[in-house]
């Protein structure tokens, strides 16, 4: 239960506590709203990461077989030379998209040229097929590795956010808006207090002037 502050029990107080009331309560309604979109987006972006993990982990287990089988079927002198200078060079850029106040990682990338043979930066004549898999699949699993990067730092940033706007709805409708209501309530009480006891001195002195200037009270 909100506890009562100590406040001034005069009508500019109320009239302020007033407005201060209908701002908590609106800006209550508009952090409810928020946090409810933020839930429901939240909640979207959760299964997308569970559908492109899942996918990435079986490309990055089937690129894994095949560097398995590619080393097993090579020498290792071979297909160290053969992965040690790229042919294929990519460059990452990163910039945020704003969603209910979340800034949000977005990455695009680029390659150096178009030909996606350039991926191999070795000949065909003494590598395995096996190598040659393992790479596409490594290549063709980029992308959903780069979504999947920012599907899970969206999970953390709104994940963080939901819990600060929560506390915020929470500290406004279980703490301010009962302290500002028992305010007003306080305030309004004691003016109504003094407002009786103003009435009924009123109504003394004017039975004390009619008995003075007539001698007899009013009724």
Do not use: W
């Not at 569970?50 to 982990?57: A, G």
Request: glycine share 2%; aromatic share 6%.
């Amino acid at each position: 239960m909100a506890t009562r502050t100590q406040v001034n029990p005069t009508r500019m107080e109320l009239t302020r506590l007033k407005k201060k009331l209908v701002t908590a309560v609106r800006g209550h309604k508009l952090l409810k709203d928020k946090r409810d979109e933020l839930m429901r987006q939240f909640l979207e972006r959760v299964r997308e990461n569970k559908s492109l993990r899942e996918h990435v982990e079986a490309g990055i287990q089937a690129a894994n077989k095949n560097f398995l089988l590619a080393r097993a079927g090579m020498q290792d002198e071979t297909l160290n030379t053969a992965l040690l200078a790229p042919k294929q060079r990519v460059s990452l850029e990163s910039s945020t998209q704003n969603v209910m106040s979340v800034d949000i990682p977005t990455f695009t990338f680029q390659t150096r040229t178009p030909d996606k043979n350039d991926i191999f930066s070795y000949g065909f004549a003494f590598t395995s097929s096996d190598l040659d898999d393992a790479i596409q699949s490594l290549s063709d699993i980029f992308p959903e590795m780069l979504k999947l990067a920012e599907c899970e730092k969206a999970c953390q940033l709104m994940a963080a956010e939901i819990e600060k706007t929560r506390r915020r709805v929470n500290a406004l409708e279980h703490v301010m808006i009962p302290e500002l209501q028992a305010n007003i309530k306080y305030i309004t009480m004691k003016l109504d207090e003094n407002e009786r006891s103003t009435q009924i001195r009123l109504m003394k002195v004017k039975d004390m002037m009619l008995q003075e200037a007539h001698g007899y009270e009013s009724i």
